[in-house]
């Protein structure tokens, strides 16, 4: 028997609740006679498959008159415990149906035109979780779609679910239909993140001019002691050449960023701010920061330092790791010649944006595969 476009607005009865649908038709009986419109199901879906299950002849009666639309939805908005979510999917269905996005639904010409603005007042939900359910509806597999409508799944989740292959989409779906929706929006998370990585890696490497997305700068800080006289005996002074905070803010390092870009700063304890300054006058706006736990400690006026820190800024709309991708903010690593870095900061780093270009000023020997590399001590990369 043939549905109308409104009774295809909501979906139906999973085959579970279904079957047990079924299995009180059979034994008590249709209740609920389906309601019908012009020869096709208005209201009664779900009853009338049971019937079929159950083998009972079904009985109907005709729509009395009226509004259908606000006749079904006030049925099934009274009847089904839907989350936004679902009523999301409802309204982009109900918002699609004049504009072919779902011609399956083949609606007659005198339907009423209703935009996403009126759908998502009919369904109670807000306008950009019927945007979200449209991009569903439109691009997302089968088994997405179902999950948002058996309320297993987010619609916000599922649109960026939507922009994935075929194969994730369906590990997703599955994740999230055995009802660990945490995992799904985990993966959907990571997934959709390295996409991005991706193509922003490809688009920053296409550039005309070299752009980087990834700058790691380790200054050559100049740290002032209280006495010039008795303090310098262990700065970095008497191991390499340093600069002035004035010289190093004023290095063009906008130049040779990206429009969407990182920064990952080097700075000891006490002189935090003035990395912070720095980061400032590149263009970075200052996220978070790592810190180098040490095998052995150093000087200091208030404590001795067993530690350095790696700051964190950004330009642009860079992407942050995904969830669960995260490395620990501390971590252990020898110290090896004065000033020279770890290089698991580097694989940390080249795993969180292993796509986009990247550049280590201040590199101390030769630079390191896959990166470009400025200082004094730098040398190239071996072959």
Not at 43 to 65: K, Q, Y
């Amino acid at each position: 028997m043939n549905t109308h476009p409104f009774a295809e607005l909501f979906p139906l009865m999973d085959p579970v609740s279904l079957a047990g649908l079924a299995a009180d038709v059979q034994a008590n009986g249709l209740r609920e006679p389906i309601v019908t419109i012009e020869g096709a199901v208005l209201d009664g879906r779900n009853r009338l498959a049971a019937c079929t299950m159950a083998g009972i002849a079904p009985h109907f009666r005709e729509f009395p008159g009226g509004d259908p639309l606000a006749y079904v939805l006030s049925l099934n908005l009274a009847r089904r415990h839907l989350n936004d979510s679902q009523r999301a999917m409802v309204a982009a269905r109900l918002a699609n149906m004049r504009q072919g996005a779902r011609t399956d639904l083949r609606p007659p010409a005198d339907l009423p035109e209703v935009s996403q603005g009126v759908a998502a007042e009919l369904l109670h939900v807000a306008e950009r979780s019927v945007r979200h359910a449209r991009v569903v509806a439109r691009d997302a597999v089968l088994e997405i779609q179902r999950a948002v409508d058996n309320g297993c799944l987010a619609v916000s989740v599922a649109s960026q679910a939507a922009n994935l292959p075929t194969d994730r989409q369906r590990q997703i779906a599955e994740r999230a239909e055995a009802g660990d929706a945490h995992a799904a929006r985990n993966i959907t998370k990571q997934a959709a993140r390295a996409a991005r990585e991706v193509e922003l890696g490809a688009r920053q490497i296409a550039l005309p001019e070299t752009r980087f997305g990834v700058i790691l700068a380790d200054p050559e800080w100049r740290f002032e002691p209280w006495s010039r006289e008795t303090g310098l005996d262990r700065a970095p002074d008497n191991h390499y050449p340093t600069s002035a905070l004035g010289e190093i803010a004023a290095r063009d390092v906008a130049s040779i960023a990206a429009e969407d870009c990182v920064l990952f700063l080097w700075a000891t304890a006490p002189m935090l701010p003035q990395a912070l300054s720095v980061m400032a006058a590149w263009g970075f706006d200052y996220r978070s920061h790592v810190v180098w736990a040490k095998d052995r400690v150093g000087t200091g006026y208030w404590f001795r330092n067993a530690h350095e820190l790696l700051l964190v800024g950004v330009r642009g709309a860079i992407p942050a790791p995904a969830m669960g991708t995260q490395w620990d903010s501390l971590i252990s690593e020898e110290v090896g010649e004065h000033s020279q870095k770890p290089e698991a900061f580097l694989r940390m780093i080249e795993q969180y944006f292993p796509n986009l270009p990247k550049i280590e000023l201040n590199r101390r020997g030769p630079a390191r595969k896959g990166w470009a590399a400025w200082g004094n001590e730098a040398e190239a990369a071996a072959p």
